[in-house]
């Protein structure tokens, strides 16, 4: 079956400070497409990050970067310099056949 | 240059009633995918259209059926309105049946009474 776990139903960060939000996923395919959205209360889902799977290196996004693990299928994504409008759902999710396959999201908290 | 579209914002439907939302692409994109957001969980993948043709679908029953247009904007029906139907409906747009190049709607909320 292909699914995403995110762990974290809820995260909290001092605003100014550094979070990293957990991902995992099983497919069997070798080449796909790893996603971090967010979505805000406007509900339009926004791109975060993408990486493709059969590039090593670690996508970096300005203040966002992944740690991604193809052998683990670990994705996780880190927020440096969290701000407050980083305040939102954050959901990963990988491509399979014409779509994505989604986790359930984590809600992250930005304290001021 | 306009961004996805979506219509209505909110929909409040009785059991048993259909219902049709719609969605148009951004400019330049020319496939529009379906997908349902139950409260606090992740989009469910219910159909893409491309070329006017349905190329993959979901785990959906046939009461969930779409149509695109050509002018590649889209539409998606829902007959015989369950309870469980009640849900935010996403709608992404990207080119050439791609899935890394999603642009979304800001959805259509949909409640089942």
């Known amino acids: 079956a292909q699914t995403v776990t995110q762990s974290q139903p809820e995260m909290s960060v001092q605003e100014a400070e550094t979070v990293t939000l957990s991902c995992t996923y099983d497919?069997?395919?070798?080449?796909?497409?790893l996603f971090w959205y967010k979505q805000p209360p406007s509900r339009q889902m926004i791109l975060v990050i993408r990486?493709?799977?059969?590039k090593q290196q670690n996508a970096t996004e300005n203040r966002f970067s992944v740690n991604f693990q193809k052998a683990a299928k670990s994705f996780s994504l880190k927020i440096s310099d969290s701000q407050l409008g980083d305040a939102a759902m954050y959901f990963c999710?990988?491509?399979?056949?014409?779509?994505?396959?989604w986790g359930a999201g984590t809600k992250l908290i930005i304290k001021p | 240059d306009a961004g996805v579209t979506q219509s209505p914002t909110h929909l409040i439907k009785t059991r048993g009633q259909q219902v049709t939302l719609r969605c148009s692409p951004k400019?330049?994109?020319?496939?529009v995918s379906w997908y349902q957001q139950a409260l606090g969980q992740g989009p469910q993948f219910i159909f893409q259209?491309?070329?006017?043709?349905?190329?993959q679908r979901g785990n959906f029953p046939d009461r969930f059926s779409g149509h695109q247009f050509p002018n590649y904007s889209s539409e998606l029906n829902v007959n015989a309105l369950l309870l469980g139907d009640s849900a935010l409906y996403l709608c992404?747009?990207?080119?050439?049946?791609?899935?890394?190049?999603?642009?979304f709607g800001s959805g259509t909320r949909l409640t089942v009474v």
């Open positions: 999710a990988y491509s399979f056949n014409y779509q994505l396959i």
């Open positions: 497919t069997s395919e070798s080449d796909y497409y």
């Open positions: 990486q493709e799977a059969y």
């Open positions: 400019s330049g994109h020319d496939t």
């Open positions: 259209y491309y070329e006017e043709e349905e190329r």
């Open positions: 992404a747009s990207s080119f050439a049946d791609r899935v890394d190049g999603y642009t």
